[in-house]
Structures are given as structure tokens and as C-alpha cells.
């Protein structure tokens, strides 16, 4: 039994989610992910005046959990809506393609998605039903 519940990685990721930098599309995501180590790091997006210079969510918190050493990913919790979207409006924020492949290096298998809705709806998926067939190291050697 892991040690955060899915609400509580929800709301890890609502927490992080205050400290994004999103000026220019106004939309603001945070991202939380629990490691095999049972420890959760968080990130939100951070934009950039060049748009393409733009980091995601996700990415945010996998850059910070592998930075510390981490590198198995047991699930991660997105909540990403406008910037002004109260619990009842939410929307479901999936991750976009590049987070997919990227938090594919580091996914256990079975690794969960959880992604916030309206009110306290979750939506719980894997990464691999979001990446199905999927490039990963083994393909390497
Ligand atoms: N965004 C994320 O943080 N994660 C995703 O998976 C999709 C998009 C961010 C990037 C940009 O700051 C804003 O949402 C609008 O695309």
C-alpha cells in the first residue's frame, strides 16, 4: 500500500501548481510524483517569452526527482486547468506527448496517472494506456 493516496498526490500536485509561471497562455499545471523510494516530488509549468522554451509540468517534477537521485516512478498526479478554475470548473489536464515519452524512461510498470477533474474527480489511467507500444531503454540493448 503506498504510502500517499491518489487524493493526496492530487493534492501535492494543487499545491505545486501556486507556483506556476504560466503569463502568457494562462494556464497553470502542477504535477506530483511518488518514487519506488516512497518519496513524492512536485513541479508546475514554467513559461518562457520564447513559447518554445516552455517546460510542462510533468517534466518539472521528473527533472527534480531524478536531480535528487530517483529514477522509478510509481505514479504521478496532474492538475491543470486556467489559471482562474475554481474546483468546480477543473478541467482534465493529460499530460502532452513529450511528458509521455519523457516519464516513460523512468515509469514501473503499471505506473499510474492520476489526473484532477472537477470537484474531486479523479481520473486514473497508466502511462502505458497513455503510451501504449512505447520506446523505452530496453529497446536499446
Ligand atoms: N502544460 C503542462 O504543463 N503539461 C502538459 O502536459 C500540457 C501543457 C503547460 C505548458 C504550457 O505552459 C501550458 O500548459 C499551455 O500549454
Known amino acids: 500500500m503506498d504510502a500517499f493516496s491518489k487524493e493526496e498526490l492530487i493534492g501535492k500536485a494543487l499545491d505545486a501548481r501556486r507556483e506556476s509561471y504560466s503569463p502568457y497562455s494562462g494556464f497553470a499545471v502542477g504535477a506530483a510524483i ?20 516552455t517546460i510542462c509540468a510533468e517534466r518539472t517534477a521528473a527533472v527534480k526527482a531524478i536531480s535528487e ?3 522509478k516512478f510509481r505514479a504521478i498526479a496532474i492538475a491543470g486547468s ?14 502532452c506527448g513529450i511528458c509521455r515519452q ?17 470537484l474531486d474527480d479523479i481520473y486514473e489511467t497508466t502511462l502505458d494506456e497513455l503510451l501504449p507500444h512505447s520506446f523505452g531503454p530496453e529497446n536499446l540493448s
Open 34 to 53: 511518488l518514487t519506488d523510494s516512497g518519496k513524492v516530488y512536485s513541479g508546475a509549468n514554467i513559461e518562457n517569452a520564447s513559447f518554445g522554451a
Open 102 to 118: 519523457f516519464l516513460r524512461e523512468f515509469a514501473l510498470p503499471d505506473m499510474k496517472v492520476y489526473i484532477k477533474g472537477p
Open 82 to 95: 486556467p489559471s482562474s478554475a475554481e474546483d468546480i470548473s477543473f478541467q482534465y489536464s493529460f499530460p
Open 69 to 71: 537521485g530517483e529514477r
